[in-house]
């Protein structure tokens, strides 16, 4: 099978089965330029005695492509997956094609002993451990403690809103940098609104394409008056119909920075940009964080949650060898490794009462606090027409109605999932 372009193989051992032999463990694993994520392979491999050797296969930047050539090697039979990382709204996609092998209840008492709560509800499908979690990421809310102070607002207070928030950047004539492009980025968000509010987009997932569709609720359409208020707003980016991370992280660093929503990246990117010479040295003390905003004060918000869960394929001649690897992988001296170089926050909690953890990541408790509290998106195997039927309905945010939209996204949601009709 010819693997997309992004596919890059490993120092360690080379690229795919071929090479290695039968203790080789081929691990397909999310981009890490770092070499972090390769370190950790290579001490595993070798405190392994033997046993195995971790092979690495580079996956493409973007989740959807890292779904596509997965689900064209695992559709193949390709045995030489032996564990894979998946972006976690995929996991039930994967596990209800019986491509992931279900780990047994030992084996899942030993891999999530130090494993934080929210991830786990992602690696799960039917009550069975289909994936183990890696890295899991969330969002926090990062500001500027002159503006907050200027404003007159508190934002680390447990009780501060998205309307507090916007009505302060309001006053201030600061920007509330956030995701509103038409991409998965504006999914997290929507999805993050709702959960906050105290309801979700689906529920009985495990019906699959007859899942009950709960968009269209007071919590959604609670969401969709928040997303038109910011967007109709002085606080509001005027590129927020196509700004990303990205887009926002730069807008948060200007002039007009005030507030944002985005993964704990942002923080190390302000530290290189300052190390540069590209942003202000007197912006890191400006910086401050705190939790996801709720949207209603009474409610502690369900922040977002990204990362990787590692699947092993059903496949793999070699599952009990793939498990003795993660089992490694996902130790606190190995996550602690990948935390550090990589940047990206990790499943595993005690790696956050590590001293050097605590001093690269001054915020390493509300990591650990976000990541166990946040409200995952829908865990169906539907979850890609989901998305898009969402991002569809719910875009431009400037023109999302609370009293339609949420509506118009379930009979969508509804229409795609039994075949009426194709996004």
């Known amino acids: 099978m010819a693997a997309v372009a992004a596919l890059a ?82 996991n039930p996609e994967l596990a209800s094609a019986g491509w992931l092998y279900e780990f047994t209840e030992t084996q899942r008492a030993e891999l999530l ?67 509103g492009k038409r991409y998965e980025g504006y999914m997290v968000w929507v999805n993050g609104l709702i959960e906050s509010a105290g309801g979700s987009i689906i ?18 359409r609670e969401a969709a008056r928040i997303i038109r208020k910011l967007a109709t707003s002085g606080a509001a980016d005027p590129a927020l119909s196509t700004a990303d991370e990205e887009v926002g992280r730069i807008t948060f660093q200007g002039p007009d920075g005030g507030f944002m929503l985005n993964w704990p990246y942002a923080y190390a990117s302000l530290q290189g940009n300052i190390a540069e010479g590209s942003a202000d040295a007197a912006l890191l003390g400006d910086v401050a964080w705190a939790r996801y905003p709720r949207v209603r004060a009474d409610l502690p918000s369900k922040p977002p949650i990204g990362g990787a869960n590692i699947g092993v394929s059903r496949f793999s001649t070699k ?11 996902i130790s606190p001296p190995m996550q602690k490794i990948r935390f550090l170089g990589l940047g990206d926050p990790v499943a595993t909690g005690s790696v956050y009462d590590d001293p050097d953890v605590r001093a690269k990541y001054p915020m390493a408790d509300l990591m650990r606090e976000s990541i166990n509290d946040a409200g995952p998106r829908p865990i169906t195997p539907y979850y890609g027409d989901i998305s898009s039927a969402v ?33």
């Open 113 to 179: 002993a130090d494993i934080l709560e929210s991830p786990i509800e992602t690696a799960v499908w039917r009550d069975k451990l289909v994936g183990v979690p890696y890295s899991a990421n969330t969002q926090l809310l990062w500001y500027r403690k002159s503006v907050a102070q200027a404003a007159g607002v508190d934002p680390s207070s447990p009780t501060f809103t998205w309307d507090q928030m916007i009505d302060a950047a309001a006053r201030t004539k600061k920007i509330i940098s956030e995701q």
């Open 319 to 329: 599952k009990d060898l793939a498990v003795e690897a993660i089992k490694c992988l």
């Open 391 to 423: 991002q569809r309905t719910w875009h431009t945010p400037a023109q999302v109605d609370p009293a339609s939209t949420p509506a118009t996204a379930a009979k969508l949601i509804d229409d795609v999932l039994h075949d009426r009709r194709l996004l």
């Open 9 to 90: 193989c490993s120092v360690l051992t080379g690229c795919g089965g071929d090479a290695g032999g039968s203790r080789t463990l081929n691990w397909y694993i999310n981009p890490d330029n770092t070499g972090a994520t390769q370190r950790a392979a290579a001490e595993c491999s070798r405190g392994s005695g033997g046993r195995y050797t971790i092979a690495i296969s580079v996956l493409p930047a973007t989740a959807d492509g890292q779904r596509e050539q997965l689900v064209r090697r695992l559709a193949a039979e390709d045995p030489s997956i032996d564990f894979m990382n998946i972006d976690p709204p995929y």
């Open 203 to 220: 529920r009985d997932n495990e019906r699959g394409r007859d899942a009950t569709i709960t968009i269209d609720s007071p919590e959604g």
